[in-house]
């Protein structure tokens, strides 16, 4: 089942498994971050200070002695602001970069220090004297829906009537499950380098996913035009969302420093402050009700997701809508009604984390599937065979039609290729004679749209260079964090020109180069820039083309490029060679491309639309093992097949689903974030907090790919795989609650995720012992 695409004589990059760009240079440690750049002469260090509490009001700030201390260059307060103090992603919030009167988040930051080093800037900030008024905290979902406060509106979409579906169904359930939040952890943390250049221009360094973002965030911040900053990075030590919006505070502070001293300046932040200071994924309280026959057939369907959004809005509109979006997954609800509850919290805002709120969404609904299996004492796969979307039911609740699905068959195949029925009596039997290590097996799958909900986001641009000696320099407004973008899109250019990928170079994201961009996320920054990239090429290609028809004699259409070589009728010349002349005949090798996804629209009051292009589908069968007494958990087998489309690179689609697969694992298992009353986090660190490591690995691990050519019109007919897979090991998470429910049949498992060993146990317990 592995996909081994053909490759056609005139495809020379396509849908070859080539190694990333920077792998060797990753493992050599000479893979330049921007905390490796050599630091220009005078660079100054910029350390944040956070609040000591999570809500209330500033009534003083003596920074005397900061100011005073060895080796302070500046102090920066919200007074130090020349244009607007917020750093918001969003229009109608206001989400301030210095703390000016109020405290909405224990760690917000309050002022900064400029230093000659990190660690003088940091010794000075004990030195701070800061009086507050502290009012009570709202940490939880829970509270702020007692207190009723919200960061923007409930908001809520479906169809049908399914408060008379309910009534009417055989068998009825109501319940919920609590979806835990997630540390981004990447390997590289926030960061930035801003450099003062005359007349108030600005050039900024930024590990982000979202350069454009960056600059005008900056431009705001420093009351300048958006022209007057550029921004730029090469690559990201990983994102995953935690880049997107909230790597621009920490630009905006550098800059601020570099502006108010004239000197450049960096701002890193320390790990636990990072912890601290930054969003992470949005956690909820998910309600439901759900109604459905004896067969397990889902009629009426009603569910509440509840999120913990902190202290302001960020990106939680598309976040929570996305959740909304996924609450189906690959399932036709009948008559539903979806809702979300967006909570103010006095917690750091939550943002985009990959997958936007998709996964927390599939959770809601695989946990209902797992429960109606367990009410009606049947297979949960047959459950979710018979609840898929199939001719006649093939309308989700937001109104797009499911056009390419392919679920059933993918499934089936796994089905098959992992052995899970075989392997499902082999539980049960091994269940009936271990009394404290109980095995559980459960197959889940995915459905995840793929476009930028909001709608404008669904356009790239490229700016391609062909020089006289037929290199290729490549440049387009996707960024880099380890997934392998860059390397794909410049496949897909030397492609265009049939020759290898050793002759583009590949160029660090800037603002300069290719304006507007929207942020590498949403698992489209292949189809977007990927696209953009080749429009731009062919537009290179066609004047190199109508050159050479000309020099020989023949139509431009006739005329190929193969193989490192441009072929003419009976004339063959080398692309370099080609390039030179094109340049003395003075034909322009340079060309912009730009892309906008088609077909997609969305009208939000109507809650109405197709806001997705296409849909990409997997399936993941996991079994585990747990100790009864402990509850500790082990993850034994995984099988995954995944669709990718006509994959681009086979070998970094699959890294992606196992690296994918792995850190949803740990979102699910292992990585609980904990909050104190007081608002702290109190997971801030390495040492507790627990993300995957290497023995965490499945020992059989086996993924697949599907092949699956991609029915829409996309660069290479591929599909996109930078978030589906991380909703695959939601399969472990169902296989854990199977084990638990092997201790008694038909009682529900009350299991939250993540499903640490505390967790385990107390499902055990509720279900040993029921109230």
Known sequence: MLHKPAISPDTASVSQALPHDSATRHVAGAAFYIDDVLEPAGTLHVVPVGATIAAGEILAMDLDAVRMAPGVVAVLTAADVPGKNDVSPVPFDVDPCLAEERIEFHSQVVFCIVGRTRDEARRAGLLARITYEEAAPIVSVDEALDHGGEVMPDYAFGQGDPEAALDKAEHRLQGSIRVGGQEHFYLEGQVALASPGEAGDMHVLSSTQHPSEVQHVVARVLGVPDAAVECAVRRMGGGFGGKESQASQWAALAALAARVTGKPCKLRLDRDDDMAMTGKRHDFLVNYDVGFDDEGVIGGYDITYAARCGYSADLSLG???????????????????????????????????????????????????????????????????????????????????????????????????????????????????????????????????????????????????????????????????????????????????????????????????????????????????????????????????????????????????????????????????????????????????????????????????RPFLYFAYGASCSEVTIDALTGEMKVDRVDILHDVGRSINPAIDIGQIEGGFVQGMGWLTTEELVFDSKGRLTTHAPSTYKIPTAGDIPADFRVALYDNQNREDVVGRSKAVGEPPLMLPISVFSAIADAIHSLAPGAPVLLNAPATPEEILKAIKAIMRPS
Request: hydrophobic share 40%; with cysteine.
């Open 319 to 609: 976040i929570c809508d996305r959740t909304m979006f996924h609450a189906d997954n690959a399932y036709f609800l009948g008559d539903c009604r979806i809702a979300t509850r967006r909570m103010k919290t006095n917690t750091v805002s939550n943002t985009a984390f990959r997958g936007f709120g998709g996964p927390q969404g599939m959770m809601g609904i695989e946990r209902v599937i797992d429960a109606v299996a367990w009410r009606l004492g049947r297979d949960p796969l047959d459950v979710r065979k018979a609840n898929f979307y199939a001719p006649g039911r093939d309308v989700t609740p937001f109104g797009q039609t499911v056009e390419d699905n392919v679920m059933l068959d993918l499934v089936e195949a796994l089905e098959k290729s992992s052995e899970y029925r075989v392997r499902r009596r082999q539980v049960a039997a091994f269940n009936e004679t271990s009394a404290i290590l109980k095995k559980g097996i459960a197959l889940t799958p995915v459905k995840f749209g793929i476009s930028f909900t909001l709608i404008h986001l669904n356009q790239a641009g490229a700016l391609v260079h062909v020089y006289s000696d037929g290199s290729v320099h490549l440049n387009h407004g996707g960024t880099e964090m380890g997934q392998g973008l860059y390397q794909k899109v410049a496949q897909v250019t030397a492609d265009v020109f049939g020759i290898g990928v050793d002759r583009v170079k590949i160029m660090a994201t800037s603002t300069a180069k290719v304006p507007n961009t929207s942020p590498t996320a949403a698992s489209s920054g292949t189809d977007l820039n990927g696209m953009a990239a080749r429009i731009a090429a062919r537009a290179i290609r066609d004047r190199m083309a109508a050159f050479a028809a000309g020099e020989f004699g023949v139509a431009a259409e006739s005329v190929e490029f193969r193989g490192g070589h441009v072929m003419a009728g009976d004339k063959k010349i080398d692309f370099n060679e080609l390039a030179r002349q094109c340049v003395l005949a003075r034909i322009s090798l340079s060309s912009t491309g730009y892309y906008r996804t088609p077909k997609i629209h969305w009208d939000r009051p109507a809650g109405r639309g």
